[in-house]
């Protein structure tokens, strides 16, 4: 015996809570598949100062914990823990059944809410160096490295933004593997203008060293093989993320690997729709998540309104 609910939103960051707010308060019985980590990268921030309504800024956690009281307060339903991979190729039209923790869960409408992740550089001492020195997020982790000798890897809008604002707090050396950078030529000019920050080109990080703490680094240049070594406090990567995709099968993807949207929030799937940075390669704002997940709620409830 399965239960059934209008729509099954999976994914708790602010894309999936907002979506989950309008649907309940349109009268939709919601299912939150939450995951084992609900809430998102927003759970890995502290303070948060440009969502608007929280003018001396907010904790990501506490900002999160509120959107979900407020689903909740609506009357929506949360499982805290992963779905299992689900294959919807023939699922056209719903209804979407899906398992979670060998329980099974139906909806007439699904919403693919399930964020991206950043991406990390695969090399030896960062997964144990990480929080020690080593950062995904300058704007939750700069202030920590007041002062401090740090370097900032990648080439795209967000190794730029990222270098920007560390200068706030230190000197940056940017690194990137190639002898161009990717990122939009505005964004290129300003680091090329902020006189705190040195261009390391042709380099990338091969190593990690320190007990703890982050305190050096093995640099390969990407020309010549040459690897030096160079002391160093923190390290921010900045390369991108990694759309959460992959329990999701039939389920059209772009060629950068993200859900496909089509005419608003729906998905290659009647009945799949998609919100948030899942599904959005370009903005990765916890503000155009939640606006993606209204977006979807209301197209969503439209699409059960026709349905019936
Ligand atoms: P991105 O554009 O995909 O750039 C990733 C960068 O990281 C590339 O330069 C890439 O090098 C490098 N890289 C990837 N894997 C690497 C590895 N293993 N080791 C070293 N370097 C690696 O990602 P993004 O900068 O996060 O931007 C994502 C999207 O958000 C873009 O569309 C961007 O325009 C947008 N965005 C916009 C703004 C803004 O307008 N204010 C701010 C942030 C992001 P290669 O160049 O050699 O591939």
């Not at 939150?32 to 990501?60: C, D, H, M, R, Y």
């Not at 990717?182 to 390391?200: E, G």
């Not at 005419?263 to 370009?282: A, H, Q």
């Amino acid at each position: 015996m399965t239960a059934m609910y209008d729509v099954i939103i999976v994914g708790s960051g602010p894309s999936g809570l907002t979506a989950a707010i309008y649907a309940t308060r349109a009268d939709l019985k919601v299912l939150v598949i939450a995951g084992l980590k609900w809430g998102g990268q927003l759970q890995l921030t502290t303070e948060v100062e440009n969502f608007p309504g929280f003018p001396s800024g907010i904790q990501g956690p506490e900002l999160m914990m509120a959107m979900r009281k407020q689903a909740e307060k609506f009357g929506a339903q949360f499982v805290d823990a992963n779905m299992d991979p689900t294959d919807f190729t023939t699922q056209s039209g719903g209804p979407f059944t899906v398992t979670v923790e060998s329980k099974q869960y139906t909806g007439k409408a699904l919403l693919i809410a399930t964020g991206a992740d950043a991406k990390t550089l695969g090399v030896v001492g960062e997964k144990e160096l990480t929080g020690r020195g080593i950062s995904y997020c300058a704007t939750c982790d700069g202030a920590f490295f007041r002062n401090k000798k740090i370097i900032v890897v990648g080439g795209g809008d967000s190794a730029m933004e990222e270098a920007n604002f560390l200068t706030n707090f230190a000197d940056v050396i940017l690194m990137h593997r190639r002898d161009s950078f990717r990122a939009s030529q505005i964004m290129q000019d300003r680091v090329k203008q902020n006189p705190k920050i040195t261009i390391m080109y042709n380099s990338q990080i091969a190593e990690v060293i320190g007990t703890n703490k982050v305190e050096k680094v093995k640099v390969q240049n990407t020309q010549t093989k040459e690897i030096t070594e160079m002391p160093i406090d923190g390290i921010f990567v900045a390369i991108g993320h990694t759309p959460n995709t992959s329990i999701f099968k039939g389920v059209e993807l772009t060629e950068k690997g993200y859900v496909r949207a089509q005419n608003g929030t729906r998905t290659n799937i009647e009945g799949i729709f998609v919100s948030g940075d899942v599904e959005d390669d370009r903005y990765q704002q916890a503000i155009t998540a939640a606006g993606f997940g209204c977006m979807a709620a209301l197209d969503i409830e439209k699409y059960l309104v026709e349905k019936k």
